[in-house]
């Protein structure tokens, strides 16, 4: 894809490692899940079990990790050089 | 159970498919062009958006049989609402902007965006209408058992009704109003869902030990006499001698029988519980012997829904917080329902629903549901299968073609990324509630043992018609709304792909609108026509089915398009092809399948375990690089 800006990569790749960090945490809510279900029984907060918090966390978190991409994702310019050349400036996010 | 058809509620629901429907003539003037059609102008705001993919997601699945599930199995259900909003992670930080750079109005066009590729367009055209007609059946089953009980009518009037006014719908105004449908739709789910956990919450629990009758303990050899009870025991003959666990003694006014669930009471000592026995003969329907009805000699089935014990032997819990609310379950019992099947002599058959006192605990964890439970074991094949439906939730988001298509109707990627972060908070808090509605329902003492779909629907009437007429109208509008976006995405698939891009038919602008239409038309009648022979299935496992076909056909080749240069048409044809031909293939074959569906002995089954996703998606990626590999065009390809 030889089109893309330098700010369209790096949102590419911050989108990359948010990826791979949430897939972390699903990966080992499903493992502990299928492998080590006892563990879900414990009670870890306020009398919860780790099965409800733990998926709620990853609802929350998925939220939380949206939030974060849209602030650190910079603005695309308006024109997309076809060459790959960054042609913007805006540096904050883009989450109004 | 017999319902009663509410007249508010069908007010309501009127009311509400009135508006949306007129809101849709209102728009509809302005669509004329493809463009507009297909992706609406690209001028939708991107909140407005970000809402519409919310009610666009949340399906009769979602919010039916989801709370259904939890409601019958408590934690299992919620996997579903935890993978479901997973795989929007996958959705915005891996596939979003791309495809937007990509296409222009459908998924097949992101495919074929480098290549140009008449096989592409095939494949990925094919691979649209299979996953969306596969997502439309238990939207549309899902609309009758909704109907039934709101309004009174058959199943299949519900399906027809839905059939007809989204057809309406689609055939006047395209994307414009699906999107408006699905905002208006998707804030009033969240809402009221929010207000009846609020109520719900400030209700509390109640315990209910005397709900049903109890026998008992009493020594297990009595078990065997001609009389319990003061009361004659039904001879145990036409089939019934094959459960010895169930037992039925005679009424005193002779209306049927009352049937007993035999369970361990302690030393050499049972407990029988009541239970509930509905037999379906050619004459119609028997419920514990007794024709089903309202009248002297008639009997209905009660509902179910109830706590043994509350914790501290109180009889009431009062108002409780949305922590409190866990933990005080969590201490109390509850009574479950399992259901067995007695086949008489005559060919015919009886299900009895027999209670199953679980604790509380039990229900706040996976693996209380017959298909997860083997992860409490040891056999690493029961696991597979539980992995395999994760890995099908968490990568089929992103690979419905009904959801993809939103991306192009906002301005541009910010725009894009901001309406799939608003869609996420509003999915994310839904999904919180739905475990809360799910619980709420398994203990209200209002559910239908025939129909767990209708959980949530009936928790809001037993605390009020208003609310169960308006949660009904909303879970209704729901299914409009979903059904919209499937039918939307297969007339796109057909118009735009198959016929314009395969069959090289050039037309002009309205023709194209036109056949479009016609499409829409054609696939809506034939998910009416499914919706209606699918009505007994749940509707919960057959997005499942439409989930791990659309990871398998649709995903890997997306993701290697995306991220692998050497990625030629040809492996993403095979991709495509093999992904959603062995997945469809496996789920065919597997013995949920065989008993569900064509009443075969499920122990003749081909598949090792039910959910293909885990074998399927492998190999679909595994299909491209090999085939891409082959295929690598002569000269070396400079890609910068």
Known sequence: MSSLSDTQRSNARLGLWLFAFYLVLYLGFVLLSAFAAQVMERPVVAGLNLAIVYGFGLIIGALLLALIYGMLCKGEPIDEPSNGRSGSDESQGDLA | ?640
């Open chain 2, 1 to 640: 159970m017999i319902y009663d058809p509410s007249w508010i509620a069908v007010f309501v629901f009127f009311a509400f498919v009135g508006a949306t429907v007129g809101l849709s003539f209102f728009l509809g003037r302005k669509a004329k062009s493809s463009a507009g059609y297909f992706a609406a102008h690209g001028q939708i705001p991107w909140a407005v958006n970000g809402i519409a993919f919310a009610g666009d997601y949340l399906s009769a699945a979602s919010f039916l049989g989801i709370c259904g599930m939890i409601a019958s199995y408590g934690y299992d259900g919620f996997l579903y609402s935890i993978g479901f909003l997973a795989g929007w992670i996958v959705a915005l930080f891996v596939i979003a902007e791309p495809m937007k750079r990509l296409g222009r109005f459908t998924f097949a066009d992101a495919l074929d965006a480098k290549f140009d590729s008449r096989g592409i367009k095939a494949a990925a055209g094919i691979s649209t209408l299979v996953v969306s007609v596969f997502y439309l059946i238990p939207q549309m089953v899902g609309a009758g058992s909704l109907i039934q009980p709101l309004l009174g009518f058959p199943h299949w009037v519900g399906v027809v009704l839905v059939g007809i006014v989204v057809i309406t719908i689609v055939v006047t105004a395209g994307m414009v109003s699906t999107t408006w449908v699905q905002f208006l739709k998707g804030s009033l789910l969240v809402i009221f869902s929010a207000i009846l956990v609020v109520l719900l919450l400030g209700r509390g629990f109640t315990a209910n030990p005397d709900a049903f009758e109890s026998i008992g303990p009493i020594a297990e050899a009595d078990v065997a006499q001609s009389e319990i009870d003061g009361r004659a025991v039904l001879p145990n003959d036409n089939g019934w001698h094959q459960h010895d666990d169930l037992i039925r003694l005679s009424r005193g006014d002779g209306v049927g029988y009352d049937i007993f669930h035999v369970q361990p009471g302690g030393e050499g000592q049972v407990v029988l519980r009541q239970a509930q026995a509905i037999t379906k003969t050619e004459d119609g329907v028997l419920i514990d012997g007794a024709p089903l009805g309202r009248g002297k000699s008639e009997k209905e089935l009660k509902p179910v829904g109830t706590i043994a014990k509350l914790p501290n032997g109180e009889s009431d819990s009062g108002p409780l917080g949305p922590i409190s609310f866990f933990n005080t379950l969590g201490d109390s019992e509850v009574v479950l329902w399992r259901s067995k099947t007695v086949e008489h002599e005559d060919e015919t058959k009886s299900t009895v629903y027999f209670q199953k006192l679980t604790s509380g605990n039990e229900v706040l964890r996976p693996g209380e549901h017959p298909k997860f439970a083997d992860i409490r074991g040891e056999a690493f094949i029961g696991k597979l299968n539980f992995l395999s439906l994760m890995l099908a939730l968490f990568c089929g988001t992103a690979s419905l073609p009904h959801i993809l298509i939103r991306y192009y109707t906002v301005k541009d990627g910010a725009a894009a990324r901001k309406s799939t972060i608003v869609g996420i908070a509003s999915i994310g808090f839904f999904y919180v509630l739905t475990l809360y509605l799910g619980l709420g329902a398994m203990t209200s003492g209002s559910m239908d043992l025939t129909d767990s779909n209708m959980a949530a629907p009936l928790l809001a009437r037993s605390i009020s018609t208003w609310l169960f007429a308006i949660i009904s109208a909303i879970a209704f509008t729901t299914v409009l709304g979903t059904v919209s976006g499937l039918i939307l995405a297969s007339s796109g698939a057909v118009a735009h792909d198959l016929l314009v891009g395969v069959m090289g038919v050039d037309l002009p602008e309205n023709k194209k609108v036109r056949i479009a239409k016609i499409a829409a038309v054609v696939v809506g009648a034939i998910a009416i026509v499914l919706g209606i022979l699918f009505k007994e299935m749940n509707v919960g496992y057959l997005v499942g089915w439409a989930f791990s076909v659309a990871a398998s056909a649709n995903l890997p080749a997306l993701v290697m398009l995306l991220f692998w240069k050497a990625t030629t048409k040809e492996g993403i044809v095979a991709s495509v092809l093999v992904g959603m031909v062995s997945s469809l293939g496996w789920i065919l074959l597997s013995s949920d399948t065989y008993k569900s569906v064509y009443g075969w002995d499920p122990e003749l089954a081909y598949a090792p375990f039910s959910q293909p996703g885990i074998v399927t998606i492998p190999l679909a990626f595994a299909t491209l690089v090999v085939v891409s590999l082959m295929t690598q065009p002569r000269q070396q390809t400079e890609t910068a």
